[in-house]
């Protein structure tokens, strides 16, 4: 009775260190593949610690609060992964964390900010549909909503569900900001409306937005790693390819605008999912 | 414990300092010239530094060109808009002194009459070596400062 704690609580000590630690090898990847050297693997650490120790200036008394239920938010639903809980649930918390950051960006009267909680509203909107979908398509197959079930099933997700699996690869893309949908504001280096939705943190502020950033990579990457389940080369390797082509499409394309992600990603994701979902039920 | 946690703290401070560049009234010269450290001849994101174009994120403050009656106001706002612990950097010919533009009539001439400014880095325009030097030498004045407040 108490394993499923024990395991929330691993995870959630985890996460942010293998959060951070991919985040270095995705800035190293990047670099490399733009002929450069890059920075070390651990800069995300550093990243953050810097950012620990600097002042944290805010322009609304709300916006830590809004950050602190953001954080909990990504660290709960990636908690309750590890605990191999209910996937609806995961998503409803994430989600609900995820609005959090809109309002605390809307909070302030600053343009920069205001856009960017708009368009991260957009992105929201164009990524959650594709993950209901994924999960239920999960659903269907396997028959429970819950990951201990997934995990149990005997063939790996990738074979009954292709394209929904892409259809996930376009919502992490989505959700972890990633050309061509680093629209409200990316990681580092991009910039566009100054830094969009992340415009007006600082300080600790930007760190915890940092750390809450390594909980939502993982816990995408946790769903991506539902569709090989049975074996533990084939789940490291189709974890490391997801990830490696995520880093390839972001150094290919270029930002594109909020119009075009929501045209093509809902009926892009919706019509995927239609067919892998016929040609399984009804064919 | 909790000391450990501060050296890695300031640690950190000198291992991603974030910058921000400010044009103020340049010719545009000394600003290709930091762009140009961010492409991979020179690559300064291998030791940290990002150019994120937000005062409110960055650590250090390049300011290129010679100020003027007009953008003074602008850069004391981005100045006080940094938080700290932060560097500034006067970048250019222009920056130090007003450069060949110093005995304009709207030229205030040189960046330390409006905000303090810790690195100055001459040049027209300035070499990208230098630029990541003046960088460097601003980390160790951040690391001065950082005994001096243990101290």
Redesign the interface.
Known sequence: MIWPFVLALLGMLAAPFIGGFISGVDRKLTARFQSRKGPSIFQAFYDVAKLFGKETVISHRLQPLCIYIYLASAALSVGLFFAQSDLLLIFFIQAAGAVFLVIGAYLVPSPYSQIGANRELFQILAYEPLVIIVIAGISLVTGSFKISDVYAYETPLLMKLPLLFIVLGYALTIKLKKSPFDISGSHHAHQEIVKGVYTEYSGSLLALIEIAHFYETVLILGLCSLFWSTGVIGFALLLFLTYLLEIIVDNISARLTFRWMLGSVLITGVTLSSINLIWLYAA | MFTKVKE??????L??PWLVHFDCGSCNGCDIETLAC?T?MY?V????I?????P??A?VLIVTGTVNHRNKHVLKNIYD?M???KIIIAAGACGLSGGIFREAYNVVGGIDKVIPVDVYVPGCPVKPEALIDGVIEGLGKLAELQKKTAA
């Open positions: 890695f703290i300031k640690k950190s401070q291992k991603s961010l991979p690559d994101e291998r030791f940290g990002v150019n994120v174009g937000n409110k994120h650590d808009q938080p700290d612990p």
